[in-house]
């Protein structure tokens, strides 16, 4: 089976920094756009942050110039470095990963790791 499995989340300060790491593991034979969630409590999941095979990426507004995301293929890992947060950074972040089993597309799924909690505050 798949796993993705989040890791470095916690308290932090205003205008501090965290690094959120997710490793997928499993049978895992290739992984497509790599992604990172957030959910606040009482509001709905929003997507933070993804990255294509291709590096491209894609930020929500919000956190533009502050958060970037990377990923090590050979680690089968996917970075959210996040910088100058703010309390409104507060949330549970999840990621998500487009994980292919074998070399045909039916085989590819979409997970999600457990979630780790962020707090902002001081």
């Known amino acids: 089976q798949v796993q993705l499995v989040e890791s470095g989340g916690g308290l932090v300060q205003p205008g501090g920094s965290l690094r959120l790491s997710c490793a997928a593991s499993?049978?895992?034979?290739?992984?497509?756009?790599m992604g990172w969630y957030r959910q606040a409590p009482g509001k709905e999941r929003e997507l933070v942050a993804r990255?294509?095979?291709?590096?491209?990426?894609n930020f929500v507004d919000s956190v533009k110039g502050r958060f970037t995301i990377s990923r090590d293929n050979a680690k089968n890992t996917v970075y959210l470095q996040m910088s100058s947060l703010k309390p409104e950074d507060t949330a549970v972040y999840y990621c998500?990963?487009?994980?292919?089993?074998?070399?045909?597309?039916?085989?590819?799924?979409?997970?999600w790791g457990q979630g780790t909690q962020v707090t902002v505050s001081s």
């Open positions: 998500n990963a487009d994980i292919c089993k074998a070399f045909y597309s039916g085989s590819c799924y979409l997970y």
């Open positions: 499993g049978r895992i034979f290739s992984i497509n756009a």
């Open positions: 990255i294509t095979t291709g590096s491209s990426t």
